[in-house]
């Protein structure tokens, strides 16, 4: 099976092995299961560094970015659960590619990044790709926080200092809160944003 074929392949640099793929009956979702194969010679304590014993097995569900138009998939993750040998403290196997605090694949991130990317509407992105409003919203909110990242460190680089400022005032909430905005007029960035209306050193 062709998608066998490109999932065996994918994993191949990773420590997990593909098992086999459910096919629901009526065609319409996949769940490719994946099985770690890492042993415990190759994991270490992350609190002191000790070596560790396999404790138990878990396993985790993550939404993936479909093979097939209409077809969901989902990717069915079986991982290891550690003791260390010195301290006793447990801790999880990590798994590569699932984006950091979420149920779904780096590729479903990637894929819906790539529509955010270009203006395209939660709404819209949501009903492409079935996953939950608040989900693309996070994801939304860490490229807006990269952009920001990004944009910071290039003007600190060029020894940016704003000339002119322009203070603004805003509602939220329907006109219950209100936030202020401090701008650069001639850059357009924004440098501060808080909430209320009272004085900022």
């Known amino acids: 099976m062709l998608l066998e074929q ?3 392949n994918n994993q191949s640099l990773q420590p997990y092995e593909y098992v086999n793929t459910e096919i629901a009956e009526d065609g319409q979702r996949l769940v490719l299961h994946l099985a770690s194969r890492k042993d415990t010679a190759e994991e270490r304590c992350p609190y002191c560094k000790g070596h ?3 404790l138990g097995s878990l396993s985790m569900r993550l939404r993936d970015m479909p093979v097939y138009t209409g077809t969901r998939q989902d990717l069915e993750i079986s991982y290891h659960r550690y003791r260390c040998q010195s301290c006793a403290r447990t801790f999880c196997e990590e798994i590569p590619f699932r984006h950091p605090e979420t149920r779904i694949s780096e590729r479903a991130a990637s894929w819906i990044s790539s529509f955010l990317r270009f203006n395209i509407p939660i709404s819209t992105v949501q009903k492409i790709t079935g996953v939950h ?3 693309i919203k996070r994801i939304q909110k860490q490229i807006m926080d990269e952009a920001i990242a990004d944009r910071r460190r290039k003007l600190l680089g060029e020894g940016y200092k704003p000339k002119r400022l322009a203070v603004d005032e ?6 219950r809160r209100y936030a202020t905005c401090v701008m650069d007029l001639d850059t357009g960035d924004v440098i501060w944003v808080g909430k209320g209306r009272t004085k900022c050193s």
Request: net charge neutral.
């Open 6 to 8: 490109i999932i065996a």
């Open 52 to 54: 560790v014993h396999i």
């Open 133 to 135: 409003w608040d989900m």
């Open 170 to 175: 805003f509602a939220i909430h329907k006109g």
